[in-house]
């Protein structure tokens, strides 16, 4: 928070209305009465978190009875951009009350004092970060099969290694260097003994290690701090030139142009060659194997405080929505935008880019493109440092490591990068963002101060190292400790963001997630962006008593899936599978509507109303997606069913078929019978639901009766394979013949099987008799009738 103290007073027609919230209070017509703010007030404030309050005197006048007595403000302004207004009514203690409680809140004295701690247990739990950080290693190595583990850090069994580069242990217990990580990658012929002497001839025992490395040319982008080489340049290690020249292997290809180092100091040239009167300074390309030094000319960590608090004046004096509650189309006149001549409109944007923001952001993005640039088309390692080593060289080192490894574009390896580049080498996010910080020597680990900072190597004991060249002791001054204080991640999410505005088919993630990302890191909400380096974290216990901000970030997509608004709706992996370089007419960058404008502006932050209305479509898309799905599913689900039916009705046919078959084959059996009767000269005669068969003879000397009696089964139309038929067949004669020549017994002998050789019927002798047969006089199983094949030609005619 900022605060800022000018006294205003109100008219009679001035009123003070209250928003429903203490986010906003606005006021129909102000008067501001420009006065410097008291030195008893500023040492309470924090460094861009400046409390204005001026307590206004009555005048000596006598008081107009209509006048409406002077109000008292406090103005609160944040670091995500937003200015708060409090009025108070004279002669009340709350102002004081008021004023004690946020001071409070913002300059914590402890570490457990900050909301992270305070808001209770969180079931977003954070993971060792050393494990990730292993794997992440391991994925640099090309070592995808192995996994860390907390055993594998206990047993230190993870120091692998590939063909070029290995990862070191040298600084596990933090003896090297208190703000590089516990272990980091090194060149693989570098001994651990090399590294300790390197270390000594850096700032802060920063030494030159990987922080990316290609796969397939083995070119590296590497991090150090400045070399100590004094203010005649004269100073020299051979330690370090040995490591610097380690960094530049071997072309794989026989006969190749040997591979080219680029030494990149972020700093101005004059910076650089003014920090030798302090014992730092740059190297020389004379010292170092194949080497080119080249100079980004980024500001300082100072230049970009106060960049961003005139672009913070500029948007609240311009906006749409400002701290004084009066828009900027009514101030002045409505010279700003609205009624204002050309002239005055240009002032405008000239106050925009006397700000500078822009231009630093356009520096960081230029120094960037330009590494990614040397290491993609040239394969050409890069080494960046700056003064310290943990500001412009961590901005530049992870955004160029964004350009060129696609991975680093997804949500999980944008949380891999910055850990590894930010979190675990010692990015001073404490010291950044006014936070507490680890006092060393204290007999409380837990007890935190903070310590003063001045000029480029000035910090807090804890920081400082062997090889370090200045100190100072602490102090508890906050005019002093201020200075330490600095945009430096949001200025490189804002770069991010920019990236992102360039090439919105490449970025898993959108500007949303940007937002939300640095919204809890300012919130002190999460325990990963405490403290300034891995060892104070570890130290202090950050990581088993507070709340994981990454874990937070993925249950609230997990909630909507790829619909929610963290995801970029235009992703594409093929698009952009390879590094991205942008030319430099493209790095052009322009205010972040969904950060910087969000509080000014909300109607043109929303500047995302097309990617809005993309996301409303594309979670409609969603919904009939999944319409489409079930319907799909149902219609599957019909279609088995009607291939079931088919295929039961196919089975139904078949046995009609057959059926039909055998009705007709029986037909045909019946047809052939009637003839062969009817061959012997009878005549048939079917009536009678009993089937009565009545043949007549030529001559009518008697006449046979033949009677079917179908059973029940057969008059339903089903037959059981093993129940017997009680078909009765009886041939009465109806007139007693002895002629045994007579058209019955002719019938007999025709169709019985069993007749004697000479053609006459042996009956009751016969074998048919003994057997049961179905023939004359009995009454027979029918069945074996049935079995019987009947042809045409079966019956003889006599």
């Known amino acids: 928070m900022s605060l800022r103290d000018p006294e205003i007073r109100f008219s009679e027609s001035e009123k003070m209305e209250s928003a429903g919230s203490s986010d906003a209070l606005e006021w129909t017509k102000i008067e501001p009465v420009a006065r410097p703010v008291s030195h008893d007030v500023l040492k309470f404030l924090l460094e861009a978190e400046q409390v204005i309050v001026e307590v206004t005197k009555p005048s000596s006048a006598p008081r107009q009875p209509d006048k409406t007595p002077p109000k008292r403000l406090l103005q609160v302004i944040g670091k995500d951009m937003r200015i708060i207004v409090f009025g108070f009514r004279s002669r009340t203690k709350q102002r004081r009350d008021v004023y004690d409680a946020l001071i409070r809140c913002t300059r914590p004295t402890r570490l457990w004092d900050l909301y992270a701690f305070t808001c209770g247990p969180s079931k977003f739990s954070i993971i060792n970060p050393k494990v990730r950080l292993l794997n992440e290693y391991f994925r640099l190595l090309g070592l995808g099969s192995y996994h860390a583990s907390i055993g594998t850090i206990e047993d230190g069994s993870y120091t692998l290694s590939n063909e070029w580069w290995r990862i070191s242990d040298v600084n596990y217990n933090y003896s090297m260097c208190p703000t590089y990580p516990f272990s980091f990658i090194v060149p693989k012929c570098i001994s651990d003994e090399e590294l300790l002497q390197a270390s000594s001839f850096r700032a802060r025992s920063r030494l030159p290690v990987i922080s990316w490395c290609h796969p397939g040319t083995g070119a590296v982008l590497a991090r150090s701090s400045q070399p100590l080489v004094g203010l005649m340049m004269n100073m020299r290690s051979n330690a370090d030139e040995k490591l610097v020249a380690a960094l530049c292997t071997e072309f794989t290809v026989a006969k190749g142009p040997k591979r080219k180092i680029y030494i990149a100091d972020a700093r101005p040239r004059k910076n650089a060659l003014a920090n030798g009167a302090m014992g730092g300074g740059s190297e020389s390309s004379a010292n170092y194997f194949q080497c080119e030094i080249v100079f980004f000319g980024i500001d300082n960590i100072h230049a970009m405080r106060e960049s961003l608090a005139r672009l913070r004046d500029y948007l609240d004096t311009h906006g749409a929505t400002s701290s004084d509650g009066m828009s900027s189309f009514l101030r002045h006149g409505g010279w700003t935008w609205g009624g204002g001549n050309l002239s005055s409109m240009s002032a405008s944007v000239s106050t925009l880019g006397d700000s500078g923001w822009l231009i630093h952001v356009q520096s960081v993005l230029a120094g960037s493109a330009w590494i990614a640039a040397r290491v993609a088309l040239e394969s050409a390692s890069v080494l960046v440092h700056c003064s310290d080593g943990w500001d412009r060289t961590t901005q530049l080192v992870s955004l160029a490591s964004l350009l060129l490894d696609p991975y680093y574009r997804t949500f999980k390896g944008f949380q891999a990068l910055v850990e590894k580049d930010w979190l675990s080498f010692g990015h001073p996010f404490a010291d950044r963002l006014g936070m507490p910080i680890v006092m060393e020597g204290s007999g409380l680990p837990l007890e935190l101060t903070r310590q003063s900072s001045t000029g480029s190597f000035s910090s807090s004991p804890m920081r400082q190292s062997s090889g370090s060249f200045s100190t100072q002791a602490p102090t508890t001054s906050h005019a002093q400790s201020s200075n330490n204080n600095s945009p430096i991640f949001l200025q490189w999410i804002d770069c991010v963001s920019q990236l992102l505005r360039m090439y919105p088919f490449a970025f898993e993630f959108s500007s949303a997630f940007l937002v939300d990302l640095l919204d809890c890191v300012l919130s002190c909400r999460f325990g990963n962006f405490f403290c300034n380096s891995e ?55 322009t205010l972040w509507p969904q950060f910087h404008l969000r509080w000014a502006c909300p109607s043109e932050a929303q500047g995302g109303e097309l990617e809005a209305q993309c996301r409303s479509m594309a979670k409609k898309f969603s919904v009939l997606q999944q319409a489409k799905e079930v319907a799909e599913r149902r219609a599957r689900e019909i279609t088995i069913a009607m291939e079931s039916l088919t295929m039961e009705l196919h089975s139904q046919k078949q046995i009609t078929s057959s059926t039909m078959d055998l009705a007709k084959k029986a037909s045909k059996e019946n047809a052939a019978i009637k003839r062969a009767i009817q061959s012997l000269g009878c005549k048939v005669q079917v009536s009678g639901t009993d089937c009565m068969v009545d043949i007549e003879c030529n001559p009518p000397l008697a006449q046979p009766k033949f009677t079917y009696s179908p059973s029940k089964n057969e008059g339903d139309g089903t037959r059981p394979k093993d129940e017997k038929s009680d078909l009765s067949v009886s041939v009465a004669l109806l007139a007693n013949d002895p002629v045994s020549n007579n058209s019955i017994s002719r019938v007999c002998e025709t169709l019985c099987p069993l007749r004697a050789r000479d053609g006459g019927c042996r009956w009751p002798d016969a074998g048919c008799a003994q057997l049961g047969s179905q023939f004359v006089g009995l009454r027979a199983n029918f069945d074996a009738f049935d079995h019987l094949n009947i042809y045409d030609t079966y019956f003889r005619s006599e």
């Open 535 to 589: 060892k104070e974290r570890q130290q202090s216990g950050v990581s088993d008593a507070c709340g994981c901000l990454w874990m937070y970030l993925a249950d609230l997509r997990a909630t909507e899936g790829n619909s929610h608004v963290h995801y970029n709706l235009f992703y594409d992996p093929l698009k952009h599978e390879g590094p991205l370089l942008p030319p430099a007419a493209a790095l052009a960058p």
